[in-house]
Every structure is written in structure tokens, then in C-alpha cells.
């Protein structure tokens, strides 16, 4: 079995998602304080100069990180590596004789027709860990209390819960990623991507404005009413025709169909919230022109340093067939649960205790396999 270590990629990746705010040249250190790490001991009272200042209050900053990565979560198991998928192809009609029969003519039975069956196996994990050491006699001397000794204990899980959850959702935001880009580079290969639209990835603005004959640009789509009516619609009829078996939305044209309980849907906030307001707020007769329900994400890669449209529809990667690509103004997502997903994720702590220091060290561990496959049903929205 492969097994990558990530760690230095999570670490760079949880940078992109957090992204930083540009610093304003304002002075304002006579206004704000941005405190210390270490207390300042000569810190004393206005009235005699002499009394040490104490700690009033203490604040421990520990609130609960929930993500917001689409749930792709697959099953598990605990013995062997590979996870093997087994299809088969549609078989061919052939003639009916019952009604064409001819005399004196013999009619075999026994003829072998073996059926088209194919096999992908996946046998790849990603795995990261992260380490933190935990004292307790050496830290009760900042503390008054139990209480607050287990309110900062409970800050440090806390931090590392958010961490993780950072991480996990940026790899399964990567599996999208990845199915985006093999899907967008099948269809389009070394074309413009605003040269065309195709059944798999659907460039919404050039439909839109070779419809209507428009010079709508990618710019201004999101807030225009009816490129996000017409948006709605072609998203609509595709979901619709996904769920009736095709060879056409799917990079490897293999005959899938994808029920709708089976259709995993995820949209742009962007997109998603100037539908809301542009669109369903002034339509009387909403179902009509909602959109289909989806999950949401802020972004797809990273949100840049302002969340600007041009960084947030972006997808900038090179794929695991080897592809460069850049993609931007990526609307949505349809995909079959069997197209993309997380299987075989294990999260385990390992501890280790120092006598001679007196700490401990905690080992928080995470293994899974992320895979694509490019058989079964995805479409890609965007405009360019």
C-alpha cells in the first residue's frame, strides 16, 4: 500500500484556506493593545507603585470548529488495503429468432456469451499527524483553580480538534478539486475554456450569451437575474437528465445513471447567495426558479486575501494524471456518491510519557483513502 506523507502540504494548505487580511497603515498603538506573552512583572498599582497588578480574568479562547467540507464520507474497514470496484457493461441486443424462424433449420442454444465485466482498484492513503506536548504540575502555578486548569486543557483539544477539521476538510475539498480538473481537461484539453461548453463541463456564460446573443462577461454574471434564472434552469434539466442512463456525463463513457437520492450537489456561496438575492427575492413562484438543494462552500481551493470572486471560483492545480490546470469561475458541482469520496479514514492518538520532564506527548494521527473515479457521473458549472 502507498502511503504519502502530507504534513507539509496540510500545513501549507491551512495557510491558503485561513488566507490574511492586508495591513492598513494606521498607528494604532495608543489606542488598541495587542497584549504580551509574557506578563509583565514590573507592572504595578497608580497608587503607592509598589503592588504587583493580578489577573482579574481569564479568557480561554475555545470555541468548537465545525467545517463546512461536503459530506463525501464513505465505509471503513480493518483488514487489507485496496478498495476494488467491479462494473459491468450493458449487453448488446441480438436478433429475436423465435419470429424468424426457417424450416429444417437448426437453432443452437448452447452459445457462451461472456459478460463485459471491469475491475478498478484503489490502493492509495494520505496521512499527517500532529503533535502536542501536555504538561500539568508545571502549568498549575498560572492558575487559581481546577476549573481553570481544565478550561485550558479543554482549549488545547479544542485547538487541535479545529486543526484537524481545518486539514480534513481541505483534502476532501482537494478530491473535488482533482475531479474538476480531470473532468475540465477531458473535455477541453488545451482550449480556452470560453471557447465552447460540453455536456460534462458546462460553461453557463457562453450558453447564456450564445442563446440570447449576449456579451455578458463572467464579471457581472452573478448579479444579473436572468444569466442566474437561466443558470438555475440548464442545472435543473441536468440533474434531471444525470438520473437516466447516459454515456455522456462521465469522463470515461461508461453507461451510469444517478437517482437522486445518489446526487450529491455543491454550489459556490457566491452563486448560491446572488440567486437568493437577486433572484428568488423578487419571484413570486420560487420553485420554479429555485435552485437545486446543495451544499455550500465558501470557496473550492482557498479564499485569497479579500474572498474576491477571482479567488474563491478558482481551482489552480495539477491533477493526479499529471494535468496543469487553472480554472476559474466554478459556479457548482454534480456528481454520483460513487464518483469521488473519503473511505477507510482512521483518527487515532498515540502517548508517550516523559518521567524525566514530566509531560506528555500526544501523537494525533489521520489515514484515508481519497479517490476519483472518473467512470461514474460529474458535471462542472462555471462560467468563462
Known sequence: MEVKQIHDIMNTVTKEVLGTENLVKEDMSNIVDIGN?????????????????????????????AGSAPSVLMDGWEFGSVLQKITVELPEAQENESWSLVDNTSYDPNVFKKPQVSTKFFNKRVTFEIQLSFTEMQVKESFDSVDQLNAFMSMLYNAIDQSMTVKTDSLVMRSINNMIGETVHAEYGAANLNSKSTNKAINLLYLYNQQYNKNLTAASA?????????????????????????????????????????????????FKKAADVFLQSSTFNEEFTKLPRAEEVPYWQGSGTGYAFADTGKVYIKTASGHDETITGILGVMFDRDALGVTNMNKRVKQNYIPNAEFFNNWYKYDAGYFNDLNENFVVFFVA
Open 37 to 65: 506573552e509574557i506578563f509583565n512583572a514590573s507592572a504595578v498599582d497608580n497608587y503607592v507603585k509598589s503592588l504587583i497588578n493580578h489577573i482579574g480574568k481569564v479568557v480561554f479562547v475555545n470555541r468548537p470548529y
Open 222 to 270: 452573478l448579479t444579473d437575474p436572468d444569466f442566474i434564472r437561466y443558470a438555475a434552469y440548464i442545472m435543473g434539466i441536468t440533474a434531471n437528465r444525470m438520473s437516466k442512463i447516459s454515456k455522456i456525463f462521465n469522463v470515461g463513457g461508461k453507461a451510469r445513471f444517478t437517482p437522486s437520492d445518489l446526487l450529491h450537489v455543491v454550489m459556490l456561496t457566491d
